[in-house]
């Protein structure tokens, strides 16, 4: 039996990679006490954030608070300014000292809270954004941020309807359509997904996240050309984007370059060697290749950096699978299924194990669940009925060869099942 064709769900992996926050600045222009002194270290710091110079303007903040220990949007802006940095612990604290010192400051909650879904501290991310509601529920960016919460907490349609929200007060709000066009590719809605980023680079050309976001919907489709071209937008808008290598590289596995894809994943790793994403799609490369013992290497690091990655599970076990491994396999598959009821391939592969210990009521009835989940896989049909044809149940398997040549599209799969028929005189 054919078992080699292992899908990459990136939909599943695809949420670990968030887009990076675009935190509230509150301008220097809000500022009532304009005879403040520390009030020209604010507008300089606004001016170095605005150039990108993380450094500088947390510098210029840092005099404006030596000046003014009381001035709570010198420590907001600061905040902002180390979350630029990647210093969340420290932006948290300095959201801190903000609400300390202004409990109705609304922008400080939601700045705190985009901290907090950097750090993945999902939950706090969420009761921050509610309080900033409550205080000015015209606050766009801090429905923004709950949306992002939302989405890494695996609810895309609150993240959707916190964007809707966040485009609706803010209708040039970029990164809102980006993200939303993300939690769209989650929900496996891809048209919609890239009619969000369309837009998201209508108003921001040089957002690398829409372009990365959209390339991710266009590899879902299927169109991988698309998808690389805006993987290659991306990396040239942002080079420190590892996610946008990772998912190149596994357009590059759906088109057959496997060595561009393992470039591609070696520098995603080296960019970020936390990213799972990037070793799942090298394991894929090395299963592909029959490199198997590579490939369980790259597998389990990628089930060390993400535990919930059930698609990793499911490739480790058909690597197993095609090493004889078979209980091994079946482990895998038992976790990929434990993670994700409803995936389809898993069943179909736990069926594969089954099989060739020799347990075909066991087989069969994956196979059956894998069918309920995808009826249209031709090869499930196939795979059933190879089982059934073991039992000696040969109307059923005949049935199932014939319900495999009415579905599958690959010529290769077609001829093995008219193969059994004919073995069985049909």
Known sequence: ????????????????????????????LLMLACGNPALEHLEQGDAYYAQGQWDEAVAEYSEAIELDPEFSLAYNNRAYAYTKKGDFDKAIADCDRAIELDPELAMAYANRGAAYVEKGEFDKAIADCDKAIELDPNLAQAYYTRGLAYADKGDFNKAIADCDRAIELAPELAMAYANRGAAYVEKGDFDKAIADCDRAIELAPELAQAYYTRGLAYANKG??????????????????????????????????????????????????PELAQAYFTRGLVYHRKGDFDKAIVDYDKAIELDSQLAQAYNNRGLVYYGKGEFDKAIADCDKAIELNSEFALAYN???LAYHEKGDFDKAIADYGKAIQLNPTSGFTYYCRGYAYAAKGELRKAVSDFEKCIELSSAPWLVEMAQQELRKLGK
């Open 223 to 272: 169109d991988f050309d698309k998808a690389i071209a805006d993987c290659d937008r991306a990396i040239e808008l942002d080079p420190e984007l590892a996610m946008a290598y990772a998912n190149r590289g596994a357009a590059y596995v759906e088109k057959g370059e496997f060595d561009k894809a393992i470039a591609d994943c070696d520098k995603a790793i080296e960019l970020n």
């Open 1 to 28: 039996m054919r078992a080699d064709k292992a899908v990459i769900d990136s939909r599943e992996t695809e949420m670990r990679s968030r887009f990076s926050i675009g935190l509230i600045i509150c301008s220097a």
């Open 349 to 351: 592969n736990r069926g």
